[in-house]
């Protein structure tokens, strides 16, 4: 099983730079997510890698080799469509065995593998199906299974869990990694849901604007984005800018310090995400080198397991997620302290 | 107000089919006149067995029908992949460039082919005909088969593709099966233009030569034959049979109902 | 933008073929279109060029031009009345099909239901189907003397002298309606379709009763059809010379006749064709005209 890389990928169409000089590895047997919001091009990345589409710079390569100019029908990759593309005048069984016959593979051969690969996908006993006569979520898993059957070099999945009901997304998010990992295939996932991102991915790469603006595992773009973009789009954060003033951070009516030093005397923006902040209970006092804001609650959203508090200080809002382990700490229109460790700051790049 | 609309429906229909019911029904009368009460025969059928020229022009009718058929649906279709799944520059152009032989009044298509056959020696006759039916046929053949692209999706062929087919294969394998029923109920549509087509045929027609309207029209001029009741009869049943294939394969029914 | 861009490029795949794409498509409409061309471009060409001669090229005669054809109606006066009763026959027949298939798309659009409206609508389009020379022939049974209505007017009146409305004005705008109807109750009807319930009570609960209803909800929604329909029969039928001549007999005389009698009898080929396109001029217009018409109501719904 090898990688897959791409190396300053452009494309334009018409006067939009779709991507803008993409560059990115994509481990073997790991699940790659794109992650961006609507017309970030991590469609039009995915279609690229698959041969859908031709960059109009930059190179594609499965392990060692360039596939840039290999055209879609030869390059060996299994595709999973939003929309699954089924084909509708063929039966469960024909549409699996279809790639297999294309390289030559038939008759008892090619039905043990089938077998094989709806096994995995748990769809035995439907070979006889037509797509119209299946579920959405039976019909996706067909479409997984035409896809992988042939053992592609890439898996490519383009938002194929966005048609199903929530229920069932979940439930499915939960196969589909199972299936990647027995399988051992490179697989590539373009959604936009982030929670979807953060729960199967092995590494993650958002993309904004044709850029992709930090790659790396779920915690570790989850506890340490680098920008206001992947602060904000994956999760939420509060975002406070201010001036180095020696060892903190100067915003307005206080200091947030952060784990180390501050670049001197520049003007940056700090995130912090909302679970990692708490309620001072009465009586409670800060522990030593904890940062401390004052705020008053607005609005308090209980979600059984957790609360959200929406706070206000000076005009900004801030957000807080607290689990419901005690009584509730504060009610609407108080003035709490909010209470987080340094580390918790993140000094964002951009 | 509902009944109201039902009856008045009924009688626009009494209205439409009023003149094909009276010669549906002469055709299987035995007396020439128009009095009750019909007197059931076969004669004017057995008559038309005889009747030479008029046996020669429903052969020639067929004949042009099948090979229009054949050659516009051919064309119509290659045109309508064109046209329908590619974007390219002068697309519209060529869309609209479809509209003459329907737009255009057929005594003025019909005339000027008979001008330009006759000038460069392509004369008229039979290869003339199934030159102009193919000609007003095909614009109806792009329409019909482009429609059936249109509900076609495209990614299909891309799925194909990305599992090994070359784009010639994904088009026989995918694209081409599901299409099928446009591309016949085009052909159908084609058949039935043809067998139809009057104006046209009448001004490429020759003497000797000539389809079945024609001959019609030719007989009505000279004096009323029973068997014309007859053979336009068979005419009717023929045509009515093509229509409703061509509306089960194109759902043409089903589209209607909106309620 | 991007993202639309991307929705576009899903409907109209450009798999990365490069360089071929222009020859197949080239390759996939030149036969069609190259048919298109022998059989009906270059034989309007022709036509054009045969209007400006002053007869037809045949036998080695050396070619003159003039424009006189294009003058006929100047010098051969009676083409006017000719032309007239062209477009007297046009503008009556559009005008009963509107008035007998207006209601009758409305009753089909609301008044039906499921398999009945099915089963109405494709018997209303059959006669479209067949042919219509048989439907004319047809109508000479009805209308001649010794014919249908003759036998009907005996049986009502017997002793009444033999009626025929064969060879008259009204037969022929009889079979023409008769012709065209289904297309005025399918233009009509793809209107009609687009009228909701809750137009029509909204309007009655505004207080409209039914001859309101009619023209302020009715009308304007059906609009568009009428005008499509209006052009789908009055263009064929000023150029109609089927009807006219089967039905009409001596009284039949129409431009269609006229430039048919130009090919088929008087031979005086230039004089056809320089009245054919005379009429396609007159039928472009009309074109025109309807397409900023029926552009102009779009825009104004």
């Known amino acids: 099983m090898t ?12 006067e939009v730079r779709v991507l803008d000089r993409v560059s990115a590895a994509f481990g073997a047997g790991r699940l790659t997510s794109l992650l961006g919001p609507s017309g970030s091009g991590k469609t039009t990345l995915l279609r690229i890698i698959g041969g859908f589409v031709a960059p109009d710079e930059g190179e594609v390569r499965f392990g060692a080799e360039a596939v840039t100019h290999v055209p879609l029908w030869r390059r060996n990759v299994g595709m999973v469509f939003q929309s699954y593309a089924l084909f509708p005048h063929m039966n469960v069984e024909e549409n699996v065995v279809f790639g297999l016959n294309r390289r030559g593979v038939r008759g008892e051969a090619a039905r043990k593998e089938v077998a094989r690969v709806l096994e995995m996908v748990r769809l035995q006993g439907l070979e006889r199906r037509k797509p119209k006569e299946l579920s959405g979520g039976q019909q996706q898993r067909v479409a997984l299974a035409r896809a992988m059957v042939t053992k592609p070099r890439v898996l490519l999945l383009d938002e ?4 199903l009901d929530r229920r069932l997304r979940q439930d499915m998010q939960v196969e589909l990694r199972r299936i990647q990992r027995e399988s051992g295939l490179t697989t590539i996932f373009v959604t936009h849901d982030q929670e979807e991102a953060l729960t199967l991915s092995d590494t993650i790469a958002i993309l904004d604007r044709g850029r992709i603006i930090q790659e790396g595992n779920p915690a570790e773009i989850y506890e340490r984005p680098k920008s206001r973009f992947a602060a904000s789009f994956l999760g939420d954060a509060n975002l406070f800018t201010g001036r180095v003033e020696g060892d903190a951070i100067a915003i307005d009516g206080g200091h947030i310090r952060m784990a180390g030093k501050p670049p001197e005397g520049a003007t940056v923006t700090v995130a912090i995400r909302p679970e990692k902040m708490r309620i001072a209970r009465a009586g409670e006092d800060a522990l030593p080198g904890e940062n401390r804001l004052e705020a008053t609650v607005k609005e308090i959203v209980y979600a059984g397991a957790v609360s959200t508090y929406l706070l206000e200080r000076g005009g900004a809002q801030i957000k807080l997620i607290a689990q419901n382990r005690e009584t509730q700490a504060a009610t609407i229109g108080d003035t709490v302290t909010l209470l987080w460790s340094p580390t918790h ?6 | 107000m509902i009944v109201l609309g039902r009856s008045y429906l009924l009688a626009v229909l009494a209205f439409l089919y009023l003149p094909i019911g009276v010669m549906v029904a002469m055709a299987f009368n035995a007396s020439a006149l128009y009095t009750l009460p019909i007197d059931p025969s076969l004669h004017w059928f057995a008559v038309l067995a005889e009747n030479g020229p008029l046996l020669a022009a429903t052969r020639n009718s067929l004949l042009i029908a099948c090979a229009t058929s054949a050659a516009a649906t051919l064309l119509g279709t290659l045109a309508a992949l064109a046209l329908e799944r590619r974007q390219f520059r002068g697309r519209s152009l060529l869309r609209i460039l479809l509209l003459p032989p329907i737009a255009i009044p057929w005594l003025i298509t019909g005339t000027a082919m008979l001008v330009f056959f006759f000038w460069t020696g392509i004369g008229r006759g039979i290869h003339a005909m199934i030159i102009g039916h193919v000609a007003l046929a095909l614009p109806y053949v792009v329409l019909v088969v482009g429609t059936g692209l249109k509900s076609l999706r495209a990614d299909l062929e891309e799925a194909a593709m990305s599992l090994g087919s070359t784009p010639i294969h994904a088009f026989f394998a995918v694209t081409l099966p599901l299409l099928l029923p446009s591309v016949i109920a085009a052909a159908l549509f084609a058949f039935a233009i043809s067998l139809d087509q ?11 030569v000539s389809t079945l309207p024609v001959e019609i029209y030719s007989s009505i001029r000279k004096g009323f034959t029973p068997e014309i009741n007859a053979i336009s009869t068979i005419f009717l049943g023929v045509s009515t049979v093509l229509v409703l294939i061509f509306a089960q394969l194109s759902h043409l029914g089903g589209k209607v109902d909106r309620r | 933008m991007a993202e639309v861009i991307e929705q576009r490029r899903m409907a109209a795949p450009s798999v990365a073929r490069p360089g071929r794409a222009g020859w197949g498509i080239a390759a996939l409409v030149a036969p069609a279109y190259g048919w298109l061309t022998l059989a009906v471009f270059l034989p309007l060409g022709a036509m054009l060029f045969f209007s400006f001669l002053k007869a037809a090229p045949f036998g080695n005669r050396t070619l003159q031009y003039t424009l006189d054809n294009y003058f006929a109606f100047v010098r051969r006066p009676y083409l006017f009345d000719v032309a007239w009763t062209s477009i007297k026959l046009g503008l009556l027949t559009t005008a009963i099909c509107a008035a007998i298939g207006l209601p009758a798309a409305v009753a089909l659009a609301r008044a039906t ?14 006669p479209f189907w067949t042919n219509g020379l048989v439907r004319i022939f047809s109508w000479t049974m009805v209308l001649r003397e010794g014919g249908v209505l003759d036998y009907l007017l005996h049986l009502v009146i017997p002793g009444a002298a033999s009626a025929s409305l064969l060879y008259s004005f009204p037969a022929i705008i009889i079979g023409l309606v008769h012709a065209y109807l289904p297309y005025m109750i399918l233009t009509c009807y793809l209107s009609a379709v687009t009228i909701e319930d809750a137009h029509i009570e909204a309007a009655r609960s505004l207080g409209a009763r039914l001859p309101m209803i009619f023209w302020k909800v009715v009308l304007p929604l059906t609009a568009p059809g009428l005008i499509s329909g209006a052009i789908l029969i009055f263009v064929p039928v000023i150029g109609s010379f089927m009807e006219p001549r089967i039905l009409g007999g001596r009284v039949g005389v129409t431009m269609g006749t006229v430039i ?6 008087a ?11 005379t009429m396609l001029a007159f039928v472009l217009l009309i074109f025109a005209a309807s397409s900023r018409l029926l552009s102009g109501r779009v825009g104004a719904q």
């Open chain 1, 3 to 14: 990688g897959v890389e791409v190396v300053s990928i452009g494309k334009t169409y018409g």
């Open chain 3, 113 to 126: 239901h499921g398999r009945s409206r099915q089963v109405l609508f494709l018997l209303i389009v059959l």
């Open chain 3, 267 to 277: 031979f005086n080929w230039p004089l056809g064709a320089a009245l054919s396109f």
């Open chain 1, 345 to 350: 700051t993140v000094l964002l790049q951009e």
């Open chain 1, 160 to 163: 194929p869990l966005s048609a």
């Open chain 2, 198 to 208: 009057f104006v046209v045929s009448y001004f490429l027609s020759t003497p000797g």
């Open chain 3, 260 to 265: 048919e009698d130009q090919f088929v009898q």
